[in-house]
């Protein structure tokens, strides 16, 4: 099987988030993104709700930038049953190896509908969730001096998707934890802080109460650590750990959770530092890497109405273009993001403006051209 390392995610430079190469490398052609004539196919799913809006800004600023990607664009949505988008999307991303993804929907209501992100990341095995929780300059929020990274096991625990009700009225759901996962993501997380320069791995959990299934994740990220002496190991029980995010999140460095937790924390962290509109990631596997906004908003009450803020897509395309090594393209691409947000004219309804996602890309390209 493949084996997985990290390159130096990202920087700790004064613009945030723009960095050295990002996600995995591969010492294999089997596994490298596909390319053909000089330009890279990378799938493109845009999703629900806003997700055409944004994925749209980033097709404008990439074409502007003369990036060199094929955008293979595979139209998958969860509203509906069909599966067949879902399953044209696996189809891509096994064969381009990357892609570019909005948030599909979920409905509540129904009954047996799985979750396509879930089951997206349990098909193609895309184990570690990456979400950069950092201050943006010209985004003034509580709290400064927030540069935290939240890893996240991504294909078990409580998503595992195994539920069933033994009588009426009774309901039982699995969480499943194994040791193999749970060494997976902490060689991640560690492998993810020592390229990084970062000081300390903080394991979130709920081992107090789920003794067995948290403890073994607990105790199996403080056995990975002793591999690590230059890394500081902590942990922190989960409601405690969302306490002190918004009391003293300055105090967190890189935390490694499991799924469920992960999901909460990510959407703290995207609260303290403007919304989800600003939060970037990534998902990695040993093979293929998708890269999606840090927290999974839809947002179906804004769509089509070109209210939505593009900073998350845009700056997840950018972390896109690092794992492909595009360093000058991305560097260019995230500068004129962040000085649209530095400058503080162009605000979409998120961040208490009335500008429209056009005017935001609109603004950055005319960043962009400026730099030439």
């Not at 003293?248 to 989800?276: E, K, M």
Request: hydrophobic fraction near 40%.
């Amino acid at each position: 099987m493949l084996r997985t390392t990290l390159t130096k995610t990202l920087t700790r430079s004064p613009i945030p988030l723009v960095g050295a190469r990002s996600a995995t490398t591969v010492s294999s052609d089997i596994f490298k993104p596909l390319k053909y004539g000089g330009k890279y196919t990378v799938t493109l799913i845009p999703g629900d709700g806003i997700g055409a809006e944004v994925a749209d800004s980033v097709k404008a600023i990439f074409k502007a930038d003369n990036v060199p990607i094929d955008w293979e664009q595979v139209d998958v949505t969860g509203v509906g049953a069909s599966e067949e988008g879902f399953r044209e999307s696996v189809q891509s991303l096994k064969k381009n190896k990357v892609g570019l993804k909005g948030i599909l929907f979920t409905p509540v209501e129904r009954s047996g509908h799985a979750s396509f992100n879930v089951a997206l990341r349990q098909e193609l095995d895309i184990f570690a969730s990456l979400v950069l929780i950092k201050n943006i300059p010209g985004v003034k929020t509580r709290h400064d001096g927030i540069d935290m990274c939240l890893i996240r096991e991504n294909t078990e625990g409580e998503y595992s998707g195994l539920e069933h009700q033994s009588v009426p009225g009774v309901v039982e759901s699995l969480k499943i934890v194994t040791k193999y996962k749970s060494e997976r993501i902490s060689r991640f997380a560690f492998e993810f802080a020592l390229k990084n320069n970062r000081e300390k791995v903080t394991v979130v959990h709920k081992a107090n109460i789920m003794k067995l299934a948290d403890g073994l994740f607990r105790r199996t990220v403080q056995d990975m650590g002793k591999e690590y002496p230059t890394i500081t190991t902590n942990d922190m029980i989960v409601d405690n750990a969302s306490m002190q995010a918004v009391s003293n999140p300055q105090q967190f460095d890189v935390l490694v959770l499991p799924n469920l937790y992960g999901s909460i924390l990510s959407n703290i962290g995207a609260g303290l530092v403007g919304g989800p509109g600003l939060i970037p990631g990534c998902n990695i596997g040993r093979e293929i890497a998708v890269f999606e906004p840090g927290c999974r908003h839809v947002g179906l009450d804004i769509k089509g109405q070109n209210q939505a803020n593009p900073t998350a897509l845009l700056l997840s395309a950018t972390m896109l273009l690092r794992h492909l090594g595009l360093d000058d393209h991305a560097d260019r691409i995230s500068k004129a993001v962040y000085a649209v947000l530095a400058e503080g004219k162009v605000r979409t309804p998120d961040l208490n403006g009335t500008s429209t996602t056009s005017d935001f890309t609109k603004a950055a390209l005319e960043k962009m051209e400026a730099m030439y």
